[in-house]
């Protein structure tokens, strides 16, 4: 690994770690009766309100890293990879065009389709996730993966003892999908 992907690398999965921190945060807030009190509400009130932003930026961070590992540090990306990018990328797509029709009236009437849309891809994107990091850190492989030649099992680098490309992609949709509860929660549509 050159220098420069070394660095993207640490940082990346120094973002990770932070990432997680914070998603399990607020997984205990959303997930407990400390969302009804009175600092949890304004928490969850406050991501609730920027969960499209917060999502679009973890959706784009995630589109960059991507780009990055194949196209600058030449990672080939396996077919789980593929179909987790497929999952972000429609994401990136689906809130940078929220954030560009961020109107009252826009809200009103596709909110819910925002959200609902991006909570099934994350969801997906998640399982996804979940099998690739399982596959990564040991795990019996239940389909064949290897057809872009390149194995689902092989592991460029593992960070912090268990920060890999698809566990990145794991934290990236677990945020989304926090996000995109709390921002239920707080909209009232």
Not at 33 to 61: E, M, Q, T
Request: proline share 3%; charged share 10%.
């Amino acid at each position: 690994m050159t220098p420069i992907v070394q660095n993207v690398t640490d940082l990346l999965a120094f973002f990770t770690v932070l990432a997680d921190i914070l998603g399990i945060c607020l997984l205990i807030l959303v997930a407990t009766p400390l969302y009804d009190r009175g600092i949890g509400k304004r928490i969850g009130a406050f991501f609730g309100k920027y969960a499209v932003l917060f999502s679009f930026l973890i959706a784009i961070g995630g589109v960059v890293g991507s780009l990055f590992y194949s196209e600058f540090a030449h990672f080939r990306p396996c077919i789980l990879c593929w179909i987790e990018r497929g999952f972000l990328y429609t994401d990136a797509v689906i809130f940078i065009v929220a954030i560009m029709a961020r109107k009252e009236e826009y809200v009103r009437k596709y909110g819910n389709f925002v959200r609902n849309c991006t909570l099934t891809l994350s969801s997906l994107g998640l399982i996804v996730s979940i099998y690739h990091s399982y596959l990564q850190l040991g795990g019996n492989s239940l389909f064949p993966c290897s057809a872009t030649g390149t194995s689902c099992e092989f592991v460029y680098f593992m960070e912090y003892g268990y920060v890999t490309i698809p566990m990145m992609a794991l934290t990236a949709f677990a945020l989304i999908i926090l996000f995109m509860v709390l921002h239920k929660k707080n909209s009232g549509i």
